[in-house]
């Protein structure tokens, strides 16, 4: 079945730090991967997302995320991160199968971010 | 573009009642999809409408229930509310325009407190 793990449940970091948060997806075929950001009590905001091509994917915000099939991972990564950055981040797999828009979600990495 | 509205942000009701949740897509949209979310089963898709016809339903109890109009607006409704019902809904339009997958873009969600 698919699925997405996120294994970070919270990670902190100094602002201007560089940041790495880890996604891993199980998937059949070539999956489409997004990443997400929440702030808290908003709606989610897509960052980036990979439908093929070049793996190394650029997202608003400064963010980037490389895919690498042969470690089925997804990681978000930014080079110097920001106090405004701190909020939950959702990797995501659109499910596989037919004209669907249905997406998986990782359980989610909180971001906090120290001055 | 406005963005997908959601109404109404929060909502107080008791176990036994309904409630009725709307969801506005992006202008020119055609597919909603709905998700609830919880601290403790995180994000978990309910159902997506595309052209006003369920094309996609997640793993929910039929107390769960959606529909679209020919304007794409979509609304939800919850039957009997359980107190494991609190959660924010979250509802995300893509374009598919042709029926196919597209990227999702989510609104502020519905904050539902049930007690």
């Known amino acids: 079945a698919q699925s997405v793990t996120q294994p970070d449940i919270h990670i902190t970091v100094s602002e201007g730090a560089s940041l790495e948060l880890r996604c891993n997806y199980s998937y059949g075929a070539t999956p489409y991967l997004f990443w997400y950001v929440q702030s808290p009590g908003q709606g989610l905001q897509l960052l980036l997302k990979?439908?093929?091509?070049?793996?190394l994917v650029q997202g608003i915000k400064g963010f980037e995320a490389e895919f690498k099939r042969s470690q089925s991972s997804f990681n978000l990564r930014k080079p110097s991160v920001h106090w405004s950055d701190a909020a939950e981040y959702f990797c995501a797999v659109r499910a596989y199968g037919g004209a669907t828009n249905k997406l998986i979600f990782g359980t989610g990495t909180l971001l906090a971010v120290q001055p | 573009k406005a963005g997908v509205t959601q109404t109404p942000r929060y909502l107080i009701k008791t176990r036994g009642q309904q409630v009725t949740l709307s969801c506005s897509p992006i202008?020119?949209?055609?597919?909603v999809s709905w998700y609830q979310q919880t601290p403790g089963q995180g994000l978990q898709f309910l159902f997506e409408y595309f052209s006003e016809t369920q094309r996609n339903k997640g793993n929910f109890p039929g107390r769960f229930s959606g529909r679209q109009f020919s304007n794409s607006r979509s609304e939800m409704n919850v039957s009997t509310l359980e107190l494991g019902d609190s959660a924010l809904y979250l509802c995300?339009?893509?374009?598919?325009?042709?029926?196919?997958?597209?990227?999702?873009?989510f609104g502020p969600g519905t904050r539902l407190l049930v007690l």
């Open positions: 990979y439908f093929s091509g070049d793996t």
């Open positions: 995300a339009s893509s374009a598919s325009n042709r029926g196919l997958w597209e990227t999702q873009y």
């Open positions: 202008s020119g949209h055609r597919s």
